[in-house]
Each structure stands twice: as structure tokens, then as C-alpha cells.
């Protein structure tokens, strides 16, 4: 037997309700801000990702799925979901378009340690807004992810952090200042700290090993040494959050993986994950655009992950709606007239399941009653003979004839006003 790779699942029908109503929220809600749906390939180009995520990050050195394709390029399958969205912004020249406003849903693909909530091939949903470079964009964005999470259900464990990254002209000093201040402790930090120290020293505030604590509590933050535009917009950006009252949390501590993160950057954290409970994550990044070889265009998104917010709802069931009929029939003249009858009502809008594989009566009434059909229809050679069919409400048990050829209007509105 040929099972799914490890740390791949299938997503069945009873959960596929779940899902569907994530991605459903997230199209109704969207909209209402402006946004449309994207949709990019599920690989592109190793080289898109090396230069937008950045070649030496562990997503591109450890995690991607590469591989060469026939022709010998090297593919990968995306293992986020902005590079993309960057790189046909550039491609398109939507520049031109401004404000851009995207949103995006799907598969991305790591190859990392599997675990609850963490998969191989994972499902994001994330929105990109390109052009605006004041606070104002920020706010909004942020009013639309909590927004949706709110709308899923999640309202009372939600928790918004922020933070500010600098941007290019406050962030280079900052760094030096907080390389200098780690390395008067670098002994005490772990092997991890020790070589991001020098390649990423913002990563070591990420860190959250107890050893390293210590140290980075004592160090200093990017937040303490704004240049004047950043701290600017970091302080409206608060006054519209209160402005709107979406209560949230200033964390210094609170960095990007990904280098082109600049100003903004902030979290959505829910109740009930533990230690892994970001649910969306985001930030700018005004210089990825140009440095995918794009024109200079500031930018903000966020993404979220589809597994975690499916666990958080796992309690609350989303069941399928039921059939709306399920058609019973009684030998083969009967079954033919079934197949047309069935399709008549469904081109009507009905939901019709039609007995399949014959059965006596009494195997496809038990049928109809595992369907959960609010009505059995059946047919059989006295009703044929007739041109009729019997109408039984599964939950009264009463039953009636109607003639075939009303059998249309009759059930479409005993559909409509049964309970
Ligand atoms: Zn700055
Ligand atoms: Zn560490």
C-alpha cells in the first residue's frame, strides 16, 4: 500500500468543511477591504526565492523542495507565498495600478520536522498591499486580519503585537550597537546566537533559549533607536490601532526571519496553541519590490496558517448540510426514470442523492436515513404505471403522491418551507 510522504495529509470530506469556510471568510471579508484574489504557480524559479527570501536563510538553505526539471532549470516549490506575489507585481508592471491589493490562498512546501499543526506541505492565506507607504496602510491591514480572525470565531483569544524594524538609514547603526552589546556576553550565548551573532544578530532576540535570555534582555532594541521617520510612523501607526480600539501590544523583542521586513512588523498570537501560537504574521518590506528589480514600492502583508486556525476550530463542528432528497427505486424501469427525475431536481437546485446499486425497499429507506435527506422520494413499477411518486418526510413520517410531472414545484417548496 502506497501511503502519503511524511508530513503530508490528506484533508477529508468531514474536515473540508472546516476549510471551506476559512478560505469563504476570507474571500467575504477581503473584498469588503478592496482586496482580490491572486493566484501564482506552486513552483517558480530556486532563484526567485534565493533573492527575495534570501539565500541564506534557513527556508532557502534547509527547506525548500529544489529540483531540476527535464529541461535542467532548478525549480522549487514556493515555500512562502510574497515572493510570488512580488515577483508578477514586477512582472506585470502594477506599479502602474496603484494601490495593488491581493490576497492568496494554497499550498507552501518546507521540508521541515513535522509536528501538530506544522506539516511538510502546509496552507496559507495571506494579503499583499503595494503602494502606500504611510502608518494609515498599516492600520487597515492589520483592522482586516483581525477582522477575519474575529469573524472565524477566535474573538476573545486574540493578541496583537507590534513592532518596528527601522528602515535602512536607523537599522545599520542599530546593528552595530547590538552586535557590540552581544558580544561582550557571546560566551553565554547558545551555539544558534553564537553564529547568528555576526550573519543576523536581530534573530538572537528571537531566540528562545533560557541561556540566551539573560543577554538579551540586556540588550538593546531597535525600537529605543528610531530615526525620527520611523519613529513617526510608528506612533501614528499606535494612534490609529486605539483609534480603532484594536487593543495591542508593543514587543521590542519581536523580530522578522526574513531580512526584507522593515518598519512594521507585527504578530497575531490566540489562546490555546501554547508556545506556537502565532496565527498571522506580517510586516513592510518598501525595499523587496525594488530589490526583486522592480520600481521602488513600498509594501505590507501578513500570512496566516490554515492548520493552526483549523486546530483552534477544532472543536466546533461544521457539519455538510444534508441532502435535500434521497431517491429510492424499485427495479430497472424505475431506476431510469430515478436517473432523469434525479436530474430534473437538481437542475432545479435541488440536492439529490439517487439510490445507487439497487437494494430491497428496506436497504435504501435505511440509506435514506443515514443520508440524513429530509425527504425520501420513490419510485417503483405501481408508481410508474401511475405516473407518480411517493414523498415521504423522513422527519414526520408522513408520506403523499404527487404526480411526476409536479413533482418539481412540489419539492421545491416543501424544501423551502420545511424546517
Ligand atoms: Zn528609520
Ligand atoms: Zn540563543
Known sequence: MIQTVR????????????????????????RRYGFEEIRTPLFEKTELF?????????????????????????????????????????QQSMHRHLPWKVWYRGPMFRYERPQKGRQRQFHQIGCELFGPEGPLADAELM????????????????????????????????????????RTSAAQLCDDCQNRLERNPLRVLDCKRESCRATITRAPVMLDHLCPGCHTHFAILKDHLTGLGIS??????????????????????????????????GGRYDGLVEQMGGTATPAIGFAMGLERLALLLDGENRHTLPMEVYLVTLGNAAEQAGLKLADTLRKAGLSVELNLGGGSLKSQMKRAGRSQARFAMLIGDTELANNVVVVKDMLQSQQQEIPIPETVNHMITLCRTSP
Open 248 to 281: 495591542h501590544q508593543v514587543n521590542p523583542l519581536m523580530v522578522r526571519g526574513l531580512d526584507y521586513y522593515n518598519r512594521t512588523a507585527f504578530e497575531i498570537t490566540a489562546v490555546g496553541l501554547g508556545a506556537q501560537n502565532a496565527v498571522a504574521a
Open 50 to 90: 534565493a533573492r527575495a527570501v534570501g539565500a541564506t536563510t534557513d527556508i532557502v538553505e534547509k527547506e525548500m523542495y529544489t529540483f531540476a526539471d527535464r529541461g535542467g532549470d532548478s525549480l522549487s516549490l514556493r515555500p512562502e507565498g510574497t515572493a510570488s506575489v512580488v515577483r508578477a507585481f514586477v
Open 7 to 30: 508530513g503530508v495529509h490528506d484533508l477529508l470530506p468531514g474536515e473540508t468543511t472546516l476549510w471551506q469556510f476559512l478560505e469563504s471568510e476570507a474571500l467575504s471579508i477581503f
Open 143 to 182: 483592522a482586516m486580519a483581525m477582522h477575519y480572525l474575529t469573524g472565524i470565531g477566535l474573538k476573545d483569544a486574540l493578541v496583537l503585537e507590534i513592532n518596528s524594524l527601522g528602515c535602512l538609514a536607523c537599522r545599520a547603526p542599530y546593528r552595530d550597537r547590538l552586535i557590540a552589546a552581544l
